[in-house]
């Protein structure tokens, strides 16, 4: 053993898994990467494809531009719509003006858009379980009339949310929430309106459960835990708030530049994980510097692998003719 390596603490880094990426966001990158060599450079990106800079930054230099609003995109242009999904507004905005776009939407948001509209047609009032201001949330209430979907962020909100009179009820929910907390107020809900109308399945999509679950596995035996994800990620915060309610300090990190050394101090063991949109790469990086500072094991979780795989839209994958005719998923 040399000098620089005896004179580093010892650190167990328990890697969560699964962790990172899920089959939502890998097909929402796949579809900027096919966009820009079946279209060239640049492509238009309404919002973040998803939530981490580095993935961001990356396709801004393969040739994305990101913009909030679709008429920051000229009539010339391709635009995709991000993972998050978007208001039934601008696809049609997109139609009126004849841009060619591609929806990069996870099927599992689209999953919770088509429930939206059927409740709707059955003349049900909507109760939506998720967070103001959250992408998914403004792209759900956009699939529906005004007024026909009201938002429930809390037990409190569920206990005293005013609902139309003389009118069924249903709830859905955002795919990215805490598991714990929405069975909270799901409970709430239904105490309070015993015939409400449940998803036929789980909204809360399979990526998000699992990562959270894979934190709860492990943060028992954990003294710190650093969980890689954008501080706008919702699936990522959950996963640093369970950490934080199992008792074990928690921080989200985008880079292993961001990681607060003085707040890490020497824990024994130090649990890792990453959030749907953060790529694996990122990991590798945090243990990377990790190593600089401690003598490192690393120990992954056992887990069941996942398999979930998207199809791609058939226009990217299929032959190029259709390119700048307006085509549209
Ligand atoms: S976190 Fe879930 S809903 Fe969001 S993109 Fe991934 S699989 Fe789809």
Known sequence: ???????????????AAPRGFCAGVDRAIQIVELALERFGAPVYVRHEIVHIRFVVDRLRQLGAIFVDELDEVPDDRPVVFSAHGVPKSVPQ??????LTYVDATCPLVSKVHRQAERLIEEGRHILFIGHSGHPEVIGTFGQVPDGSITLVETVEEAQSVAVPESVELAFLTQTTLSVDDTAAIVDALKARFPSIRAPRSEDICYATSNRQAAVKAIAPECDRMLVIGAPNSSNSLRLAEVAERIGVPARLIERASDIDWDWLGRPAILGLTAGASAPEVLVREVVDALRERFEVTEEIADHTPERMIFKLPRELTSSPAFAGEGDRT
Do not use: G, H, W, Y
């Open 1 to 15: 053993m040399d000098e620089l390596t005896a004179s580093k603490p010892p650190l167990r880094v328990l890697i």
């Open 93 to 98: 905005s997109a139609q009126a003006r004849n």
